[in-house]
């Protein structure tokens, strides 16, 4: 085998290499929503905290024009019904003020504080509610980056009962640039690996025909 023909081979074999890396990369940014928390109180509700997630509150809005109207996607899930409920902290500190509850971080991925108390608090009576579903075993609240007021996230079952069991997944792929990358190296990651698998394959393969050179794609003589 020709320098050239070595030359080749280990340039492709890296090129695939580093094309590997860039599917990988796409693929479990993708697929972002598959890491999910698992989450339980004794109490009546859970509260996620978006605070650490969130951007600059003190960005001008032509600052925050530059960055676009990003917004982030929380999945929950649990066995049973569920009320999901989007607000903000100033509404939501005196809904659940002395009723149980656990206050989580899921960007830091801990819990805060557990809260105690012996007061139970109905959800459907609240007008503040800025999204809600009540009902299903599941469901989806999408959260602003760019938050004039902090955010929370309440979690109840829709009969208000303690017990409150839930797996939560922040999708990443819901900010807008997030996913644009992804699409870009999950694609040009496949394209990258099968040109360097060619260009590796060429290097084994190819021989001189007719004792004429085949020429060498890096310019070496063969």
Do not use: C
Not at 191 to 209: C, N, Q, S
């Amino acid at each position: 085998m020709s320098g050239g023909r070595i030359a080749a081979l280990i340039v492709g074999l890296l090129i695939a290499l580093v094309g590997a890396l860039f599917t990988f990369a796409g693929f479990a940014i993708q697929n972002a929503d598959q890491f999910v928390e698992s989450v339980e109180t004794e109490g009546i509700a859970i509260v996620v905290d978006t605070s650490s997630l969130a951007g600059d509150a003190d960005l001008s809005d032509e600052e925050r024009q530059e960055f676009g109207d990003f917004e982030f996607t929380f999945i929950i899930n649990s066995d049973s019904g569920l009320f999901i409920g989007r607000a903000l902290e100033q509404d939501v500190e005196p809904f659940l003020d002395g009723v149980p509850h656990l206050l989580v971080d899921i960007g830091n991925q801990n819990a805060l504080e557990e809260v105690p108390g012996n007061r139970r608090a109905d959800p459907g009576s609240e007008s503040f509610w800025i999204e809600s579903t009540d009902g299903p075993a599941g469901g989806e609240v999408t959260v602003p980056f760019f938050q004039s007021e902090p955010e929370q996230v309440v979690v109840m079952n829709t009969d208000q009962s303690a017990g409150v069991s839930i797996d939560i997944a922040f999708d990443f792929s819901s900010f807008p640039f997030v996913g644009t990358f992804a699409a870009i190296a999950l694609g040009g990651g496949i394209v990258a690996v099968l040109f360097g698998l060619g260009l590796a394959a060429w290097a084994v393969i190819t021989r001189k025909k007719g004792g004429e050179a085949v020429p060498d794609p890096l310019g070496y003589d063969t």
